[in-house]
């Protein structure tokens, strides 16, 4: 391995440490004053992964208010915004037509 894929593999190394440090801070409690409120967030401002596993980060909704995505918001003001404070099932995908 020479000197830039070392460099290159180190930087790498860091940035998976950084992530998972990051996901692992949003699994556990909410901050102070905080709770998750599903279905609020507006794209691009989601505060971590998807509750369908669609991604795993944060900044990552599509979309405004999808139902799968979260965002910290004061405590007792999820369900006035309009929100849930547990995941909010998706849609699922109409079955395909069958053919005569």
Same mark, same amino acid.
């Given at each position: 391995m020479n000197k830039r894929q070392a460099l290159v593999a180190a930087a790498l190394a860091g940035i998976c440490a950084a992530a998972t440090g990051s996901a692992a801070a949003h699994d556990g409690p909410a901050p102070g004053g905080?709770?998750?409120?599903y279905g609020v967030a507006k794209a691009g401002q989601n505060d971590c992964a998807s509750s369908d596993g669609a991604?795993?980060?944060a900044g990552q909704a599509?979309?405004?208010?999808?139902? !799968?995505?979260? !965002?910290?918001?004061?405590k007792g003001t999820c369900e006035q915004a309009g929100g849930s404070m547990k995941p909010i099932k998706a849609?699922?995908?109409?079955?395909?037509? !069958?053919?005569s």
């Open positions: 905080k709770e998750k409120c991604h795993s980060c599509e979309a405004d208010n999808l139902p !799968t995505e979260w !965002t910290y918001v004061a849609a699922k995908p109409a079955a395909p037509a !069958t053919q």
